[in-house]
DNA sequence: TCACATCTAGACCAAACGGTCTAGTGGCGT
DNA sequence: ACGCCACTAGACCGTTTGGTCTAGATGTGA
């Protein structure tokens, strides 16, 4: 993750989504994330004026796309519904490993650490409709019928998330890695 | 849940399980904890040395026993595999629907927010496994090959703890309930 | 009844928290 | 050259955090 020639606003965004990933949303202080993205508090408050909160859902947002773009990317170049879904096992399984296997679903870190804040949770929500959304459109623009599509996406959501929580316990990507074989046995 | 006739020690378990089951480790302040047990902070360190992450370790114990009485009594009364594991997602989903529809599964929520702490971590895994263990040798004991048993053991726990997070973000136990279609289609 | 261990009770502490505020800096349009 | 505005910079604030410590209540066995 190179913050070296972005916006201290860019930064901001980045490192959050890093930290709160990690520690969630209780976990990391503000000054913590000051410090990382190399940024005064004055800024803070000039580009997010709702302070940490404020932070947090720009930083599920981006995580949010950053999400769509590797289902966009796995899609574009599949032969057919399993292909994709698989590569975008893999693709959020390398990520996994490569980040010490220690950060968790971006929106479940950042969003559900604090469920007593209302916003919170509907931004969780219509991330993961997001996601649900756009795997079913690819999957029905591959000839699924649609309702079966809504189906497939959430069933291979719910996976992933299960997959995710279990691969940080165990430290290892595989149970990621298995999800395809799971959803289409 | 009756906290009356509870020990101090007794109450400062539940309650610490409940809150942390609902805000996360780091969501829940010491104080918050000790009001609501109403225990007076030197009884918590008369009992605790180790003070929030000792008694967060033994919520998460305490939670994760439970989760084992609820396996050992879906099971007892299970004509068929499917029917035991059927059983347990109701009753999870029962107990998801009672608590506000707001709590995640114990061991998630406790110990996933601080995984900085190694013990932590292992102490999750070390649930995670019994549970899966103890589903284990209920399908075996009930003629699968253990291969098969410990696979389809791990792919309810991934498929519960996903449900559990998409249970939590649309307030809704649908998707726990729906866990038995998915893995039994 | 006295000694002792267990447990309760809460005042107290330094550190960290999220947030506010004022001052100053840099670049751009005119 | 100047004024303006977006942004940087960090000192500062009240609150809350987890944790320590001393004093006292309670019960129990000798």
Redesign the pocket.
């Known amino acids: 993750m190179t913050t070296e020639e972005l916006?201290?606003?860019e930064r901001l965004v980045a490192v959050s989504a890093a930290l709160l990933r990690r520690h969630g949303y209780?976990g990391?202080?503000?000054?913590?994330i000051l410090a990382a993205a190399?940024?005064?508090?004055?800024?803070?408050?000039?580009?997010f004026?709702?302070?940490?909160?404020d932070l947090a859902m720009a930083a599920a947002d981006a995580a949010g796309k950053e999400m769509v773009r590797i289902i966009d990317d796995s899609f574009q170049t599949a032969g057919s519904v399993e292909d994709g879904i698989t590569t975008i096992c893999h693709k959020i399984a390398k990520l996994f490993d490569i980040f010490d296997r220690a950060d968790g679903c971006p929106v479940t870190s950042v969003l559900f650490d604090a469920p007593e804040n209302t916003e919170f949770r509907e931004k969780a929500k219509q991330i993961f409709d997001t996601w649900i959304g756009t795997t079913r459109d690819y999957v029905v623009e591959m000839g699924m019928d649609p309702d079966r599509a809504t189906d497939l996406a959430e069933h291979l959501l719910v996976l992933l998330e299960g997959a995710w929580i279990m691969a940080r316990a165990r430290q290892s990507s595989d149970m990621i890695r298995s999800i395809p074989a799971r959803l289409f046995r």
Not at 39 to 47: D, I, M, Q, R, T
């Open positions: 916006s201290a606003k209780h990391v202080g503000l000054n913590d190399k940024v005064p508090k004055g800024s803070l408050y000039h580009h004026p709702g302070g940490k909160s």
